[in-house]
């Protein structure tokens, strides 16, 4: 038997990691490479290489989770919002690359399959997977099966409509969408345009949005909040009520009896996330709500959902 290999493409950071389709055996993570549309495949299989130097076993092929919207027709990443090209090739270079077959799905669908088939919802037939990072994004599982859409991007989720009065712009170019406000790159936007009205006075977050506009981070909230900043503590409040709009939209819509959400904004801020949604689902979801909790597979949920994917294609 040989080895499978696991990719997870983010607009942040690369993860790299080969597999005996049980386990991950050896990874690697990297800031992901943006120079030119062809520096993440470049990127992928410099990484395999190395993962796969002095090993005897042979690769099968690859599964390849990536940050949306996809194409996977031409193996693609297309006008993402949160990449710097217009489209970024993926499945041809790796496929003349290593001569395996390689299989593209989207990261947060992957992350639902890692999910059902490694994690938190072996035995489940229906749950949802919600990716809190740079995006936002999200993956289904229904009546077992994943849900993947014509293009891939069944569960583009943070492109739902969380504020009618459009107040932020998505990278996408559109208003009022989940992401632009509850992501890691969106957060910082919504403080700032609380700054703006001119609330906060007094806030760490002011001062130091007032010395560099550009500098705010959600990080920055996250901390001000730990250290009871009041206004910090009001955006987060927000942000809750917001998080709940978006978390009960997938209730309602695919009806799980399972929601795990990871990303690397919510797996160091839970705390602070993952309560305000419970308490909105209780109170206003229409069907039951389902159980909420953070992904037990961390960072590398991705990472499994690859596996199992190239697993079913390569040893059926």
């Not at 080895?3 to 942040?12: C, I, K």
């Not at 993926?90 to 799905?105: D, H, K, M, T, Y």
């Not at 991007?153 to 107040?167: I, S, Y």
């Not at 130091?208 to 955006?235: C, H, I, M, Q």
Request: net charge positive; charged share 25%.
């Amino acid at each position: 038997m040989g080895l499978l290999a696991g990719v997870d493409l983010g607009a942040s950071n690369l993860r790299v990691a080969l597999s005996d389709g049980r386990k991950l055996l050896a990874g690697r993570k990297e800031e992901t490479r943006l120079e030119t549309p062809l520096s993440p495949s470049l990127q992928i299989s410099s990484l395999l290489r190395l993962l796969l130097s002095g090993r005897k076993e042979r690769l099968e092929g690859i599964g390849l989770a990536s940050v949306g919207p996809l194409d996977l027709r031409r193996g693609e990443v297309r006008d993402s919002p949160n990449l710097p090209f217009r489209r970024l090739p993926l499945v041809r270079p790796l496929e003349e690359e290593f001569g395996v077959p390689v299989v593209l799905i989207n990261d947060c669908s992957a992350a639902a399959l890692g999910e059902k088939e490694f994690g938190a919802g072996r035995g489940v037939e229906d749950l949802v997977y919600v990716g809190m990072g740079t995006g936002i994004g999200g993956g289904a599982c229904v009546d077992g099966g994943l849900l993947w859409g014509k293009d891939g991007n069944a569960a583009e989720v943070g492109h739902l409509t969380v504020d009618p009065e459009g107040r932020l712009e998505c990278g996408c170019g559109r208003k009022g969408h989940w992401e632009a406000y509850c992501s890691g790159r969106g957060l910082p936007r919504l403080v700032a345009l609380h700054l703006e009205e001119g609330r906060g006075r007094g806030s760490v977050l002011r001062r130091k949005w007032e010395a560099d506009p550009s500098s705010l981070t959600s990080r920055d909230l996250f901390e001000a909040a730990g250290k009871g900043d009041r206004f910090a503590l009001e955006v987060l409040e927000e942000v809750g009520r917001l998080n709940g709009v978006g978390f009960s939209a997938l209730v309602q819509a695919y009806d799980p009896s399972l929601l795990t959400v990871g990303g690397s904004v919510a797996l160091g801020n839970a705390r602070w996330l993952l309560p305000p949604v419970r308490r909105w689902l209780r109170r206003e979801s229409f069907n039951r709500p389902p159980r909420l909790l953070l992904t037990p597979l961390g960072e590398r949920a991705g990472l499994y959902g690859a596996v199992a994917l190239i697993r079913r294609e390569v040893r059926r």
